[in-house]
């Protein structure tokens, strides 16, 4: 960039240069358009008045942080919450009987399921997608809701006792217990024994590589794990026991990930929702959870 006279007259258009040049062409100094410079100054005013009319500028008061109301006092907070009542108001209905109903008449309702699926879809959005994911697919020790793979059972009343009373929620006398002992950590077992367990585990699914070391784990598996898991590893949803022969695992199912479970133990917390939500959104809750495609 350099700098050119100023006050040169531009020999194309006549009009007056600013005085700055770039690779040789210089920078005329041409007005802004009125229409342009007209609109600048109405929103200038425009913005004024808004100040004033609407809520608009925050402050300090003694009660803490709020912001001026403006003159005509609206509020979007207020309107908001109007049009969520005006929407509960007018589900009232529905969803008392989403709430007294048996979960199978509702579900037998065209009206009262399309309710429940939209308050459920609602209500797992904003108390269980952080952990199940917004469309309920799970991640590492959060079960995934879609498949027909289910701990404690995928029934309708399965589903809603698990809801209403959680997994391992210290808080609710009739939660969902059993934890998986740390076999390593609490020295039942050595480094070996659950290195065998593990190729055991291993060949229940047909990925074991040492056969010595599954013939021994299977063994040590009988005497510590057939309990909860059954003598053909198949699980016990009374128990909350997965499956270990198919391909679904909550924690990994590789080498190191059966190992650290063995080692170290699992004992995932889901919270008991009854004390949260109302019937009724328990009930709906239950109706989607069960409609995404793995309810039983």
């Excluded at 942080?65 to 589900?91: C, H, M, N, P, S």
């Excluded at 059954?230 to 695992?249: H, I």
């Excluded at 133990?265 to 009930?283: E, F, K, Q, Y």
Aim: proline share 3%; hydrophobic share 40%.
């Amino acid at each position: 960039m350099s700098d050119s006279p100023k006050n040169e007259i531009d020999d194309v258009t006549g009009v007056e240069t600013t005085g700055h040049e770039w690779d040789g062409i210089r920078e005329l100094d041409n007005p802004m358009p009125k229409w342009w410079l007209y609109t600048f100054y109405a929103c200038i005013i425009w913005s004024f008045a808004y100040w004033i009319v609407m809520p608009a500028w925050p402050y300090l008061s003694t009660e803490g942080w709020t912001y001026t109301k403006g003159v005509i006092g609206y509020d979007q907070r207020e309107v908001v919450a109007r049009e969520l009542g005006a929407v509960a108001e007018g589900r009232a209905d529905e969803m008392q009987q989403i709430a007294t109903l048996a979960l199978e008449d509702t579900a037998a309702d065209p009206t009262l399921m399309e309710v429940s699926l939209a308050a459920g879809k609602a209500a797992f959005g904003d108390n269980c997608a952080p952990c199940h994911g917004s469309g309920a697919q799970g991640s590492w020790g959060f079960p995934n809701l879609n498949d027909d793979v289910w701990l404690w059972g995928g029934t309708l009343g399965d589903i809603h006792y698990t809801l209403t009373h959680g997994i391992r929620w210290e808080a609710d006398d009739n939660t969902r217990q059993n934890v998986m002992m740390a076999y390593g950590r609490d020295g039942v077992l050595t480094r070996r024994e659950i290195a065998d367990v593990a190729e055991f585990v291993l060949a229940l699914s047909g990925r074991a590589d040492d056969a010595e070391a599954a013939t021994r784990g299977a063994e040590i598996f009988g005497e510590q794990c057939v309990t909860c898991h059954g003598a053909d590893g198949q699980g016990n949803r009374e128990l909350g026991a997965p499956n270990l022969t198919d391909a679904v695992w909550l924690y990994g199912g590789e080498r190191a990930s059966i190992i650290e479970s063995v080692s170290n133990g699992r004992s995932g917390v889901m919270p008991a929702w009854g004390g949260r939500l109302d019937a009724g959104t328990i009930n709906a809750l239950t109706l989607y959870v069960h409609s995404l495609g793995g309810g039983e």
